[in-house]
């Protein structure tokens, strides 16, 4: 099962790329979490890439593209993936057709994830994530057991830089601008499947389940 998750920032898609990882034994391919990762690491694709992320921007297509090549290609995807946060402008949709042709490949389905404006900001101002591992909290819809410190492993909880209000606005600008076409590109294929993102974390995962036994 190869699967897109579409939706603005803080639409819940690495939320329930998790739960989907875990009831469908695929790996999850999110481009956010491998970029904080070559930044935390000072790599030199890490150094590139902070500047645009904390601006709120994309980081160069080239770059993501490559990055996404490279992990498709891994043995852990033969048997499915599902893409998180990737392809996010028409130039990495395009390039991922050419990458899943030449793998032999082709995208199940596009789960969009959709979240009004307001709630979108509210969503991610009061995210924290875990320094450690990586795994997401929500101050009020899904506050650690102890705060400040992750369930999973202990490890500081701590909001990332680009999930401050100001670049929040620019996030959800860019969104609009160069990710939200994408809804169009996948509908063509007819390959889009809507959820609403606004019910609770456990409702939002009943939808996606529903769809996704159709191809499990
Ligand atoms: P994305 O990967 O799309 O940016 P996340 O999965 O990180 O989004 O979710 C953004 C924030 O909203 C996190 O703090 C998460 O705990 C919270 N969240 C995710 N899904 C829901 C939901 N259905 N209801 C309420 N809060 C949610
Ligand atoms: P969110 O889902 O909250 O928007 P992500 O973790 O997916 O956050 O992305 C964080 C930042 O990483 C983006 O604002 C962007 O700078 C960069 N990024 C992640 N994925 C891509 C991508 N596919 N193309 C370009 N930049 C990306
Ligand atoms: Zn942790």
Same mark, same amino acid.
């Given at each position: 099962?190869?699967? /897109?998750?579409?939706?603005?920032?803080?639409?819940?898609?690495?939320?329930?790329?998790?739960? /989907?990882?875990?009831?469908?034994?695929?790996? &999850?391919?999110? *481009?956010?979490?491998?970029?904080?990762?070559?930044?935390?690491? &000072? *790599?030199?694709?890490?150094?590139?890439?902070?500047?645009?992320?904390?601006?709120?921007?994309?980081?160069?297509?080239?770059?993501?593209?490559?990055? @996404?090549?490279?992990?498709?290609? &891994?043995? =852990?995807?033969?048997?499915?993936?599902?893409?998180?946060?990737?392809?996010? *402008?028409?130039?990495?949709? $395009?390039?991922?057709?050419?990458?899943?042709?030449?793998?032999?490949?082709?995208?199940?389905?596009?789960?969009? /994830?959709? @979240?009004?404006?307001?709630? /979108?900001?509210?969503?991610?101002?009061?995210?924290? *994530?875990?320094?450690?591992?990586?795994? !997401?909290?929500?101050?009020?819809?899904?506050?650690?057991?102890?705060?400040?410190?992750?369930?999973?492993?202990?490890?500081?909880?701590?909001?990332?830089? #680009? #999930?401050?209000?100001?670049?929040?606005?620019?996030?959800?600008? !860019?969104?609009?601008?160069?990710?939200?076409?994408?809804?169009?590109?996948?509908?063509?294929?007819?390959?889009?499947?809507? !959820?609403?993102?606004?019910?609770?974390?456990?409702?939002?995962? $009943?939808?996606?389940?529903?769809?996704? =036994?159709?191809?499990?």
């Amino acid at each position: 099962m190869n699967l /897109i998750l579409l939706g603005g920032p803080g639409a819940g898609k690495g939320t329930q790329a998790k739960l /989907i990882v875990s009831k469908y034994n695929i790996p &999850q391919i999110s *481009t956010g979490d491998m970029l904080r990762e070559a930044v935390a690491k &000072q *790599t030199e694709l890490g150094k590139k890439a902070k500047e645009y992320m904390d601006r709120g921007e994309l980081v160069p297509d080239e770059v993501v593209i490559g990055i @996404v090549k490279e992990r498709l290609a &891994q043995p =852990d995807c033969e048997k499915g993936f599902i893409l998180d946060g990737f392809p996010r *402008t028409l130039k990495q949709a $395009e390039a991922l057709d050419k990458i899943l042709e030449e793998l032999g490949k082709k995208i199940d389905a596009v789960i969009n /994830i959709a @979240v009004p404006e307001d709630e /979108i900001v509210k969503r991610i101002v009061n995210r924290r *994530t875990c320094k450690k591992c990586g795994a !997401v909290y929500h101050l009020i819809y899904n506050p650690p057991k102890e705060p400040g410190k992750c369930d999973k492993c202990g490890g500081e909880l701590y909001q990332r830089d #680009d #999930d401050k209000e100001e670049t929040v606005k620019e996030r959800i600008r !860019v969104y609009k601008a160069q990710t939200e076409p994408l809804i169009d590109y996948y509908s063509k294929k007819g390959l889009v499947y809507n !959820v609403d993102g606004t019910k609770s974390i456990e409702g939002v995962f $009943e939808e996606i389940k529903k769809i996704l =036994d159709k191809f499990a």
